[in-house]
């Protein structure tokens, strides 16, 4: 499973809101929703939020293998 859990402890740690990357970077909230439910997003969104954080992939998600069955 991907865990967005690292974007929200960035966002945290730089002091900047989920309403700043809205109306100021032009993120949608349909975006921001699909992070929060850990849904799947594309590279070149994953490469946005890089630009717009100034950091690494490491810092937008992690892999949490899956418990076996």
């Known amino acids: 499973m991907i865990s967005y859990k690292p974007f ?3 966002l945290k740690e730089k002091e900047i809101s989920t309403y700043k990357l809205i109306n ?3 993120l949608s909230s ?3 929703n699909r992070l929060r439910h850990n849904k799947p997003i594309n590279t ?3 490469n946005d939020l ?3 954080l100034d950091c690494s992939i490491e810092n937008i998600l992690e ?3 899956d418990e076996e069955a």
């Open 50 to 52: 890089c630009k717009i």
């Open 8 to 10: 929200y402890n960035l």
């Open 30 to 32: 349909s975006l921001l």
């Open 24 to 26: 100021t970077y032009g």
């Open 63 to 65: 892999y949490i293998p």
């Open 44 to 46: 070149t969104t994953i």
